[in-house]
């Protein structure tokens, strides 16, 4: 009976552990493909973790924000209301939930939120600023990311532009002088635009032209790698039209913009031909495939748009064939200009605007799409990334951590400058809190993060029945993680994130707590009692019992005891001691029967009326209540694992 026991929690452990397991490796593709803006994947990767009971806080939480950057505001607020109350949960999450109250039309009680927000975080203007000039999605974005700019040597007092990075060089447009020989473009006295490449990695290294015959006379820029069906390699990029071999200066249809391909022979790039999608009376530019190489995004003004120039798309067919065009819709296009569209490694477009609402005239955006690939909002970048002037020609590389964007903001060398951009995602902490003596995880454990330097709490949570738990926190700061429970003491650590990798998005810390050595509270035992004059097993007391076998076989199978029992104060010394021996030795032959060896408990004593637990003297002075509480039986601690010593033996 005792092994079958054994074996089947061994079983139930394994597969509890087994569970959690897959449940965490739910959490790290769901948080990765938030990470990348593909949050319509990444929402069943969260509902699995609902659905096995892992970590449920964390995904009602990314579930929330989730629907609200989809614009699913009515499945949003399930997730926040879930959360909202946590002690657990970041105040930034008042001004969401209150922002998304006001998107279902719930006024009154986004009001209360919001001015929750505002009272614990009275200093945010940055919030602010975005609840005024944006809209909830970028809201939901710039409290979790930040990207930083460094500005390239390389730069030309004229336009330097378009960054794109191939076998590790990088290619951008430039109108430098300094590697042009020829004539100059009349409209900004600069040279005519062709494309170079560089070592961004190698400070000494210079531009080189693009090799072959793709820069011309003429403007050329914005150029994409990419495989045809024969999957030999092809370039896309931008060149500008003319007419009769006449250069482009004065009317609007000299200027208009096309696309062209081209193809490697003998090491040089070849220009092959203009595509079916290029016109001689509107623009086609700016040229970006996906990474599936099944579509090609571009930046066009024909007509039938919403405004200026708008992004489109071509499918691009199985024998190479180029589709029609395809506007982006009004999600991503305005009356403004859409520009410079780009797409990661998750399949999210980004792409430069001046009719949504920004920090300055063109800014960078993401779009955010559904299950169905319908783009339904879209995400200001943040103001680091953007500034008051024009920000365009956003590349990022595959992870999203390092990419280049071009700007004309104040301090660059010309009129046009590429930036290099490090992205750091939101940073957090979580881990497993475990029993410090069988390793099992402790599920409902209290788990408080305080700021180091200052002593402040900063968030409370409690583990989930995985014995996980995880906090938001930030780069650069020192933290003190205390973890602790009524059969656990408190356990402790310190968390230092300076000098945490950018690309780190979680630490796992993990802790282990050591048990407190009172059998009563390790089982959550309620006293045991004998009725009077009697030493037989009372249903309750079994109950009792029970809970003690189980801590001993399941939870501390290597426990040793001692066992007690205690009589009340009524009779002789002889006859309670005669009594509570007779009572310690039911409790023992209960344990034994039940399946506890006998060696692990060291004796059973019978202390009789000695050692009370009130002041009760007799009938006369107490209630029979107040009596029966004097009749128990202890189990003192001798070992949770390992050998006895000694001195434990001679007691």
Same mark, same amino acid.
């Given at each position: 009976?005792?092994?079958?026991?054994?074996?089947?929690?061994?079983?139930?452990?394994?597969?509890?552990?087994?569970? @959690?397991?897959?449940? =965490? /490796?739910?959490?790290?593709?769901?948080?990765?493909?938030?990470?990348?803006?593909?949050?319509?994947?990444?929402?069943?990767?969260?509902?699995?973790?609902?659905?096995? +009971?892992?970590?449920?806080?964390?995904?009602?939480?990314?579930?929330?924000?989730?629907?609200?950057?989809?614009? +699913?505001?009515?499945?949003?607020?399930?997730?926040f209301k879930a959360v909202i109350n946590d002690e657990g949960t970041p105040t930034d999450f008042y001004l969401k939930y209150g922002m998304a109250l006001i998107s279902v039309g719930e006024k009154k009680a986004a009001a209360a939120w919001l001015k929750k927000y505002k009272k614990t975080n009275p200093e945010d203007r940055r919030a602010m600023k975005l609840l005024k000039d944006g809209n909830l999605a970028s809201i939901v974005f710039n409290s979790r990311q930040r990207y930083a700019l460094q500005e390239l040597a390389f730069n030309t007092s004229e336009s330097d532009f378009g960054g794109y990075m191939y076998q590790g060089e990088l290619y951008y447009a430039s109108g430098r002088k300094d590697l042009n020989t020829g004539d100059t473009y009349g409209w900004n006295d600069e040279a005519w635009l062709d494309i170079y490449h560089i070592d961004p990695a190698n400070p000494m290294d210079t531009p080189s032209p693009i090799s072959g015959d793709i820069n011309s006379k003429y403007h050329e820029s914005s150029m994409i790698v990419t495989t045809d069906y024969k999957k030999d390699t092809v370039i896309y990029f931008t060149r500008n039209n003319f007419f009769n071999n006449k250069k482009a200066y004065g009317l609007k249809k000299e200027v208009n913009l096309k696309i062209y391909s081209a193809i490697k022979k003998d090491g040089k790039w070849v220009e092959n031909r203009s595509l079916p999608i290029n016109s001689d009376y509107y623009s086609t530019g700016h040229p970006f495939v996906?990474?599936? /190489?099944?579509?090609? =995004?571009?930046?066009?003004?024909?007509?039938? @748009?919403?405004?200026?120039? +708008?992004?489109?798309?071509?499918?691009?067919?199985?024998?190479?064939?180029? @589709?029609?065009?395809?506007?982006?819709?009004?999600?991503v296009n305005t009356a403004g200009n859409e520009m410079f569209p780009f797409v990661n490694a998750e399949g999210q477009l980004f792409f430069s605007s001046d009719g949504h609402p920004g920090f300055g005239q063109l800014d960078?955006?993401?779009?955010?799409? +559904?299950?169905? /690939?319908?783009?339904?909002?879209i995400i200001n970048l943040g103001s680091s990334l953007n500034s008051s002037a024009d920000d365009f020609g956003f590349y990022a590389d595959k992870d999203g951590l390092n990419g280049f964007v071009s700007s004309n903001r104040a301090g660059g060398k010309g009129s046009d400058d590429i930036y290099a951009f490090t992205f750091t995602p939101s940073l957090g902490v979580e881990g497993y809190i475990a029993d410090g003596v069988n390793g099992q995880i402790l599920a409902g454990v209290h788990v408080a993060l305080f700021d180091q330097t200052n002593g402040r709490l900063m968030a409370e949570t409690y583990t989930d029945s995985t014995g996980y738990y995880t906090f938001p926190i930030n780069r650069n700061a020192a933290y003190l993680v205390e973890a602790s429970s009524k059969t656990h003491p408190k356990g402790e650590l310190y968390l230092n994130t300076s000098g945490t990798a950018r690309k780190t998005k979680m630490l796992r810390r993990d802790v282990t707590l050591q048990p407190v050595l009172d059998l009563k509270v390790l089982a959550d035992l309620n006293k045991i009692y004998f009725d009077f004059n009697k030493s037989d097993i009372r249903p309750d007391a079994a109950k009792e019992l029970d809970k003690v076998v189980r801590l001993m076989t399941i939870t501390y199978p290597e426990m040793v005891i001692r066992l007690e029992a205690h009589t009340d104060p009524v009779g002789s010394h002889t006859y309670n001691d005669n009594l509570s021996e007779s009572r310690a030795r039911s409790t023992?032959?209960?344990?034994?029967e039940h399946g506890i060896a006998k060696e692990r408990i060291l004796s059973v004593r019978g202390y009789g009326k000695r050692k009370p637990i009130n002041d009760c003297l007799g009938k006369t002075d107490?209630?029979?209540?107040?009596?029966?509480?004097n009749r128990r039986t202890e189990f003192p601690i001798v070992s949770l694992k390992g050998p006895v010593s000694d001195s434990e033996l001679a007691k």
């Open positions: 009976m005792k092994r079958t026991l054994q074996i089947v929690v061994l079983l139930l452990t394994l597969g509890h552990l087994s569970s @959690g397991r897959a449940q =965490y /490796g739910a959490q790290k593709r769901a948080d990765h493909l938030f990470s990348q803006f593909a949050y319509a994947k990444a929402i069943p990767e969260y509902q699995n973790m609902l659905a096995g +009971d892992f970590n449920t806080a964390h995904a009602h939480r990314q579930l929330a924000e989730c629907y609200v950057l989809l614009r +699913d505001y009515h499945k949003a607020l399930p997730h996906s990474p599936d /190489g099944k579509r090609l =995004y571009y930046t066009c003004n024909r007509p039938g @748009g919403f405004g200026g120039t +708008d992004i489109y798309y071509s499918e691009i067919h199985e024998r190479g064939r180029i @589709g029609k065009p395809i506007n982006a819709g009004p999600t960078v955006y993401s779009a955010v799409t +559904d299950s169905l /690939g319908t783009i339904t909002d023992y032959r209960y344990l034994i107490c209630s029979s209540e107040k009596l029966e509480l």
